[in-house]
């Protein structure tokens, strides 16, 4: 198996420490973006907020990856929170893709992460990546987030968007803070901003295979 240089912002987050251990598992070299001065030479520099990026330590990457984003389920989506969920997500990630598309030798692929939420609430209709965005402040979220990896396309490179749904794990993630809502029966109205808690039927086709699969997120299962 070749060896590729992969780098991941959001590393620590639950999605993010999870490839981190699998790529590393599988021999990768695995370059993390941190906010803080880097400890390990494995370590980057980064400020999503001031988009600041030390693009020196992205040289020779094969892909990157961007997992980085404030969390959904955190806190009471406040007016203010809202702002925070929106800037580290569309500001990371334009920084990320400016200073990818700056290197002299990018990687073949980068990975931006998205989510679901971009389809809005389509109740038991299955939508697949033709289908239009929504409305309200997900749909608008996610649309933004996704253009602002715009520089890293415009470059040529091959671009990659995951939209995952709500990711649920046993060491972490959304499961401990539904599980006593489905426990008490209560997990088809939970949710945050007023919102109902239903999320969409997603149709994903396989560039492989040419197929589709079906996922609906449920809880104890990871998506």
């Known amino acids: 198996m070749e060896r590729s240089r992969i780098a991941v912002a959001g590393a620590s987050g639950l999605i993010g420490s999870a490839l981190v251990r699998s790529l590393t598992a599988d021999g990768h070299e695995v370059v993390r973006l941190v906010r803080r001065a880097p400890r390990n030479k494995d370590e980057v520099r980064w400020d999503p907020e001031r988009q600041q990026v030390d693009t020196a330590g992205l040289a020779g990457c094969d892909a990157v990856v961007n997992l980085a984003g404030a969390g959904i389920g955190d806190r009471r989506w406040t007016p203010e929170y809202k702002r925070l969920i929106r800037d580290s997500r569309v500001l990371g990630t334009a920084a990320l893709a400016e200073a990818v598309a700056s290197l002299d030798t990018p990687p073949r692929v980068y990975v931006s992460g998205s989510a ?25 979220l996610c649309v933004e987030w996704e253009e602002a990896a715009a520089p890293v396309q415009e470059a040529g490179v091959r671009t990659v968007f995951l939209r995952t749904g709500l990711v649920v794990a046993r060491g972490g993630g959304a499961w401990g803070r539904l599980f006593p809502l489905f426990k008490a029966g209560l997990g088809d109205v939970w949710g945050a901003d007023g919102s109902t808690g239903r999320t969409s039927r997603c149709t994903t086709r396989s560039p492989r295979s040419g197929t589709s699969s079906t996922t609906t997120p449920r809880p104890g299962r990871s998506t």
Do not use: H, K, N, Q
């Open 116 to 140: 679901m939420g971009i389809y809005g609430d389509t109740g038991d209709r299955a939508v697949d990546e033709d289908e239009p965005p929504g409305d309200g402040f997900l749909p608008s």
